[in-house]
Nanobody, 114 residues
């Protein structure tokens, strides 16, 4: 089992920044891709960004140039720097990690006011 704990969400005005963190614990050996999904109210959960163990990234078009993911394999953690935030970035952000199956964090709320 892999446990994921997220932190760093909150309320910010449009144009502001937030940094999310996600730390993995438990059966961490063999964790592959990690990243973030988000779920806006009334919508499905969509991929925001993923990062492999080698650092290859895949960003959703809507966040390219504004969000930056990083990964610290030694700390089994991923981070999401979110800049130039927009109201449409509002939602619950879920960290995930893949190790034979997909594990999810509990989610952290990000609210961007206009």
């Amino acid at each position: 089992q892999v446990q994921l704990v997220e932190s760093g969400g909150g309320l910010v005005q449009a144009g502001g920044s937030l940094r999310l963190s996600c730390a993995a614990s438990g059966s961490i050996f063999g964790i592959g891709s990690m990243g973030w999904y988000r779920q806006a109210p009334g919508k499905q959960r969509d991929l925001v960004v993923s990062i492999t163990t080698r650092g290859n990234t895949n960003y959703a078009d809507s966040v390219k140039g504004r969000f930056t993911i990083s990964r610290d394999n030694a700390k089994n953690s991923v981070y999401l720097q979110m800049d130039s935030l927009k109201p449409e970035d509002t939602g619950v952000y879920y960290c995930y990690a893949m190790r034979y199956q997909t594990y999810w964090g509990q989610g952290t709320q990000v609210t961007v006011s206009s």
